[in-house]
């Protein structure tokens, strides 16, 4: 539990320190790096990670494999689902209380009162942590875009990553697929390995335009390494050679592609097999088509099949699909809450041939949510016969009392999906 005097105060105070929660350019992050000593110029070899879906996925399967090979590893991932200090992970542990408390403090400091984000701050914190912990490596999601993301500030990494991109967050990085590629490409760095997940087309030529233009050694999809299921299996293969492995143990078809990525960056380190396996088999990424088999929402439905998901943009709703469409048959159920932000047609359209009805909710305490009846609406325009519910907890008792083993899935945000996790312990 964290401490009300302690970093839940602060982090709320840095939430008032700009007027906007997004704003895009790396001037301040370069002014408080500055004041905190550069600890960007002093992290373990770094591993940059950025696309719109499967960021997380593919590096917690990079880390999985890397500590399986004796590696400390350290992680920045965002956005948190329960509590802010799952953004930090520390030589494999996540940040205590104290130590992300006084992290705070002294980056609120060195800031000296200054306009700067959220993210920018928090970011900052992190690379200072990083910096002053030792481990073999620090593994960095992109929090929005690429090119002018708080994270984009270490000159030379050791690698660089980009999964699948497609169209999302419009208002940020651009209104096409090779705009928004353009942003995403923009962590690619002179003569740095770049690993490329399947892309479209559009996007393909965007990121091998810079990786030509830059001399950075392309380890692409389709043509420097390909993967793929396999009678219950997952087949891998590069330049070095061929892998079969289990499938992931994170669920769903696209998580072979991701495990992929994870693979391809794995094996440019000199990882062996043994480190491969566990990269797909010892990953844990929750929200991610997480099945909820303890805490009092399940506990609440014990004959109902409880899935969890954060996807929220069309590709994650193709994904969310897929992974559905691949399960055993089951009367399926969606209990779906979205944030305004969000293409709800484009997310629905995939998801509705899937399932038998959706429930549509409000995320409690989001001042961005999406009406329960939007969403309904949506749900309804893509063929999906759909309903509002006062909660999470109402819409589950509604599908038990009539349906008490079927399938459902909690699903259409992130901080949906955090508010589920923090309720169900």
């Given at each position: 539990?964290?401490?009300?005097?302690?970093?839940?105060?602060?982090?709320?105070?840095?939430?008032?320190?700009?007027?906007?929660?997004?704003?895009?350019?790396?001037?301040?992050?370069?002014?408080?790096?500055?004041?905190?000593?550069?600890?960007?110029?002093?992290?373990?070899?770094?591993?940059?990670?950025a696309?719109?879906?499967?960021?997380?996925?593919?590096?917690?399967?990079?880390?999985?494999?890397?500590?399986?090979?004796?590696?400390?590893?350290?992680?920045?991932?965002?956005?948190h689902?329960?509590?802010?200090?799952?953004?930090?992970?520390?030589?494999?542990?996540?940040?205590?209380?104290p130590?992300?408390?006084?992290?705070?403090?002294e980056c609120?400091?060195?800031?000296?009162?200054?306009?700067?984000?959220?993210?920018?701050?928090?970011?900052?914190?992190?690379?200072?942590?990083?910096?002053?912990?030792?481990?073999?490596?620090?593994l960095?999601?992109?929090?929005?875009?690429?090119?002018?993301?708080?994270?984009?500030?270490?000159?030379?990494?050791?690698?660089?990553?980009?999964?699948?991109?497609?169209?999302?967050?419009?208002?940020?990085?651009?209104?096409?697929?090779?705009?928004i590629?353009?942003?995403?490409?923009?962590?690619?760095?002179?003569?740095?390995p770049?690993?490329?997940?399947?892309?479209?087309?559009?996007?393909?030529?965007?990121?091998?335009?810079?990786?030509?233009?830059?001399?950075?050694?392309?380890?692409?999809?389709?043509?420097?390494?390909?993967?793929?299921?396999?009678?219950?299996?997952?087949?891998?293969?590069d330049?070095?050679?061929?892998?079969?492995?289990?499938?992931?143990?994170?669920?769903?078809?696209?998580?072979?592609?991701?495990?992929?990525?994870?693979?391809?960056?794995?094996?440019?380190?000199?990882?062996?097999?043994?480190?491969?396996?566990?990269?797909?088999?010892?990953?844990?990424?929750?929200?991610?088509?997480?099945?909820?088999?303890?805490?009092?929402?399940?506990?609440?439905?014990?004959?109902?099949?409880?899935?969890?998901?954060?996807?929220?943009?069309?590709?994650?709703g193709?994904?969310?699909?897929?992974?559905?469409?691949?399960?055993?048959?089951?009367?399926?159920?969606l209990?779906?809450?979205?944030?305004?932000?969000?293409?709800?047609?484009?997310?629905?359209?995939?998801?509705?041939?899937?399932?038998?009805?959706?429930?549509?909710?409000?995320i409690?305490?989001?001042?961005?949510?999406?009406?329960?009846?939007?969403?309904?609406?949506?749900?309804?325009?893509?063929?999906l016969?759909?309903?509002?519910?006062?909660?999470?907890?109402?819409?589950?008792?509604?599908?038990?009392?009539?349906?008490?083993?079927?399938r459902?899935?909690?699903?259409?945000?992130?901080?949906?999906?955090?508010?589920?996790?923090?309720?169900?312990g």
């Open positions: 539990m964290t401490s009300p005097a302690g970093s839940d105060l602060i982090l709320e105070r840095m939430m008032t320190l700009h007027p906007k929660v997004i704003d895009l350019t790396l001037d301040r992050m370069h002014r408080l790096l500055a004041a905190l000593g550069h600890p960007e110029r002093q992290l373990p070899p770094v591993i940059h990670v696309g719109t879906n499967g960021k997380g996925s593919t590096q917690a399967m990079i880390r999985a494999g890397l500590e399986a090979a004796g590696d400390r590893v350290h992680a920045y991932t965002s956005p689902l329960a509590r802010f200090h799952e953004r930090i992970r520390l030589a494999g542990d996540l940040i205590s209380e130590a992300l408390t006084a992290l705070l403090d609120v400091v060195a800031n000296g009162g200054e306009t700067i984000t959220f993210f920018e701050i928090t970011t900052a914190a992190a690379l200072l942590a990083f910096a002053r912990t030792p481990a073999d490596w620090t960095l999601e992109v929090g929005l875009g690429g090119r002018l993301d708080a994270t984009n500030v270490v000159d030379h990494p050791a690698l660089t990553i980009l999964t699948p991109i497609s169209i999302d967050h419009q208002q940020y990085l651009g209104e096409t697929l090779a705009e590629a353009g942003e995403k490409a923009g962590i690619v760095k002179r003569g740095v770049v690993v490329v997940g399947p892309q479209p087309p559009e996007a393909m030529a965007v990121i091998e335009a810079r990786a030509n233009r830059l001399g950075a050694p392309l380890l692409a999809w389709g043509q420097h390494w390909h993967c793929h299921a396999d009678r219950g299996r997952m087949v891998f293969q330049e070095t050679g061929l892998l079969d492995l289990p499938l992931p143990n994170l669920p769903g078809p696209h998580q072979v592609q991701n495990a992929g990525a994870a693979l391809a960056a794995l094996r440019h380190l000199g990882r062996d097999e043994a480190a491969c396996e566990a990269a797909v088999t010892r990953a844990f990424w929750p929200a991610r088509m997480q099945r909820l088999r303890h805490g009092p929402l399940a506990e609440s439905a014990p004959g109902v099949e409880l899935w969890l998901d954060g996807g929220h943009n069309p590709a994650g193709e994904a969310v699909a897929a992974t559905l469409a691949g399960m055993p048959r089951r009367e399926t159920f209990i779906c809450g979205m944030l305004n932000t969000k293409d709800v047609a484009g997310y629905m359209r995939p998801i509705a041939p899937q399932a038998t009805r959706l429930y549509a909710v409000e409690p305490g989001e001042k961005n949510t999406l009406p329960a009846e939007t969403t309904r609406n949506a749900a309804q325009a893509a063929g016969a759909a309903q509002t519910a006062a909660s999470v907890g109402a819409a589950l008792a509604e599908i038990v009392a009539t349906n008490p083993e079927a459902v899935l909690i699903c259409g945000s992130l901080y949906l999906a955090g508010q589920v996790l923090k309720t169900n």
